[in-house]
């Protein structure tokens, strides 16, 4: 995803999810909640596995750097779930942390528009973990829970993100860690009691859960997740490969947030020709509103003693992400 969005108009591929990025222009973050905000996607049968190591009551807790919710989605609970770098499940202001209801939020991605603060009027984001933010406190009060485990299984991760990448060196020598992953990662086979199982996630998963005698459970499980509209997709489409898929889906991706970036810059442009319009107004000695402003070049000048400033300077708390744009 990151090497298609560096094709497009960012400071940086990754700004999507930079809170510094967000608070200047939220568009192109919301443009991508808007597809991958959760009811969207069907968990795998790798999620459906997590949840039945819960109702065998075999689960001390699920921790995953992923941000999609499809653990959830499986009938994971929340309250086994270390969301380390966040998720879509909560929401709130940036600025006084209020929280925002799940309604409006729902609305807000699914028109791709940034919400505001009801009580500040700061702008609204998941609670997803942004580059940088700190790591919710959740994470760091049960990092220690490694070191209770029987069984530690690492599943689909390259293992290089810190601090999560630790969370396997903390279990106990002589406990057993199981990798399921497409190749070995993080020094997980280095001890005599690490298991791995290398290759496709799903398919490893499987095998895991027939040596156990749960396969035909999972199967079961993971059906009732197929949303029942889609229990017959397929028949009638030609399949396409997973990685057909993922590069299908990241192409969409990368054209919405380039229409947002668009959008943005034609925004800008017009607000900037009001800004020159009023400023001009004001320098010529007169004082008339300009028609369909909604106020915003107003605010720009208003109170400002000096009407050669920069234009864009009084519009900062309106439209913070001017600025960049206008200078």
Request: aromatic letters at 6%; proline letters at 6%; charged letters at 30%.
């Amino acid at each position: 995803m990151y090497a298609n969005l560096a094709r497009l108009n960012l400071p940086h591929a990754e700004a999507v999810f930079d809170i510094s990025f967000f608070r200047q222009n939220p568009f192109p973050f919301y443009t991508l909640a808007n597809e991958l905000y959760p009811g969207k996607y069907r968990p795998t049968i790798t999620h459906s596995f997590i949840y039945l190591l819960h109702k065998k009551s075999l689960l001390l807790k699920h921790f995953t750097q992923n941000i999609d919710c499809l653990d959830r989605e499986a009938g994971v609970p929340g309250d086994m779930i270390i969301e380390a770098h966040g998720s879509f499940a909560k929401q709130g202001c940036i600025d006084c942390q209020a929280p925002y209801p799940d309604e409006l939020m729902r609305e807000a991605i699914e028109h791709k528009q940034p919400p505001h603060c009801q009580e500040c009027d700061g702008l609204v984001k998941p609670a997803i973990v942004f580059f940088g933010e700190a790591l919710p406190a959740a994470f760091h009060a049960n990092r220690d829970l490694p070191r209770q485990a029987d069984l530690c299984i690492v599943i689909g991760t390259s293992l290089t993100v810190q601090p999560f990448a630790s969370l396997p060196t903390f279990v106990p020598e002589e406990v057993p860690r199981v990798l399921i992953n497409l190749e070995q990662v993080g020094g997980l086979g280095s001890r005599p009691d690490d298991v791995l199982l290398l290759g496709d996630c799903d398919g490893q998963v499987k095998k895991l859960a027939e040596a156990c005698g749960w396969l035909q459970e999972l199967e079961e499980l993971w059906k009732e997740t197929a949303p029942r509209e889609r229990r017959e997709l397929g028949k009638e489409k030609k399949e396409q490969t997973k990685e057909e898929s993922v590069e299908e889906e990241i192409e969409k991706l990368t054209r919405e947030v380039g229409k947002s970036l668009d959008l943005a810059k034609e925004h800008d442009v017009a607000t900037r020709k009001e800004l020159e319009k009023e400023v001009a107004r004001h320098v010529g000695g007169k004082t008339e509103k300009p028609a369909s402003s909604g106020g915003i070049a107003a605010t720009a000048v208003s109170g400002s003693k000096d009407l050669n400033m920069r234009s864009d300077d009084g519009l900062q708390h309106v439209f913070p992400h001017l600025r960049s744009n206008l200078s």
